[in-house]
């Protein structure tokens, strides 16, 4: 997907690839990413989700696209409507968000299941037809005033700080086997989401926002790595802008599974250029006032010369060369304090 820029000077890309033993196997990527810009709360909407992939869950490729769907299309109603209500009004209103994205989606199971009926069902063993469709989701609502994190299942959701403090969102759960996860086709769905409400101070909040499916954190040696990773990108970000990295994400996410986990991978970025875009009006205007220096620098001597030569005398023409490059260093000196940002990595980390 390419950079898209938002309200507020948030900026968004999105990126999936299948994995490297998908590859082999020749199992569809059942990843799913997705993004919405919101108006009225100034922000936007991030989904990623992850199908289970088993026979047991034969269409959860279709399933991790309905869970990004329903997440995107339920966070962002919920936000466009309620972006002016109070604090309290907000986090009261903001417990009802799982149970409607779990409705949406078994609203979009069910319509698939009568538009294209599964053949065979003897194998869900008495569960319902969503078991067919099993797919984790995470969900992130960021919008001017507040932010708002969900998932259930695996995955995770990072905010990167202005001063580069990366914090974990929303965090899923830990204490279950590696090759088990909780899911949005459970019965009891709801009960398992995991939900974080923030409010933006006066300092502002994140300054890059990023959701992955587990493949990406799966493929790093410990959680140290994997969370360098969002420091790494923000620095990229800031040193060469939301374009360059989106034109690197597909080749770094395959590189990543082809080293790392073999799963499948996918990345949904939201990041607040603002800082980047106030200092290339910074430097705007600074080249700006040193071109009106040098022009006045010109000007005065030559109207001088003019219209009042025995001022000219006095003011000795033949040190204006040097007086003229004085000038010129001393803007190139201002502007070049403006130009100085965070110095950005070329690539992101290598795998250990």
Request: negative net charge; charged residues 25%.
């Given at each position: ?15 999936s ?10 199992a ?60 309290a ?18 609203a ?50 990072l ?77 990229l ?7 360059h ?10 590189e ?16 607040d ?80």
């Amino acid at each position: 997907m390419p950079a898209v820029k938002a309200a507020a000077n948030w900026q968004i890309a999105t990126q999936s690839v299948r994995g490297a033993s998908h590859e082999q196997s020749g199992a569809p990527n059942q990843d799913a990413v997705g993004a919405q810009l919101l108006t009225e709360a100034r922000g936007v909407v991030l989904a990623v989700a992850d199908g289970h992939g088993d026979d047991r869950h034969a269409r959860s490729d279709r399933g991790s696209r309905f869970a990004v769907a329903a997440g995107i299309e339920v966070v962002a109603a919920w936000m466009e409507q309620e972006a002016t209500l109070a604090e309290a009004d907000l986090r009261r209103s903001a417990q009802g968000l799982p149970a409607r994205i779990v409705q949406a989606w078994r609203a979009k199971v069910e319509a698939d299941v009568k538009a294209d009926p599964p053949a065979d069902r003897h194998d869900l063993e008495g569960e319902g037809v969503e078991l067919l469709y099993g797919s984790t989701l995470v969900v992130a609502g960021i919008g001017g005033r507040f932010d708002v994190f969900l998932q259930v299942g695996d995955g995770d959701i990072l905010s990167v700080a202005p001063d580069g403090a990366v914090k974990r969102r929303a965090c899923g759960r830990t204490d279950l086997p590696s090759h088990l996860t909780e899911s949005m086709c459970q019965a009891d769905a709801v009960d398992r989401f995991r939900m974080e409400f923030v409010m933006r101070g006066r300092k502002g909040g994140s300054a890059l926002v990023m959701l992955s499916s587990d493949g990406y954190a799966n493929s790093f040696a410990d959680d140290a790595a994997f969370l360098k990773v969002g420091l790494d990108l923000k620095g990229l970000l800031e040193g060469r802008g939301l374009d360059h990295v989106a034109d690197k994400l597909a080749q770094w996410l395959t590189e990543t599974s082809h080293e790392g986990s073999g799963d499948d991978i996918s990345l949904a970025l939201a990041w607040d250029a603002s800082p980047r875009e106030n200092r290339r009006r910074k430097r705007m205007l600074l080249a700006r006032a040193g071109l009106s220096l040098v022009l006045l620098a010109i000007l005065i001597p030559l109207v001088t010369w003019a219209y009042f030569p025995s001022a000219w005398n006095n003011l000795k023409p033949a040190k204006w060369p040097q007086v003229l490059a004085s000038l010129v260093e001393k803007i190139q000196g201002r502007q070049g304090a403006g130009d100085a940002v965070q110095a950005a990595p070329e690539d992101l980390p290598p795998l250990p």
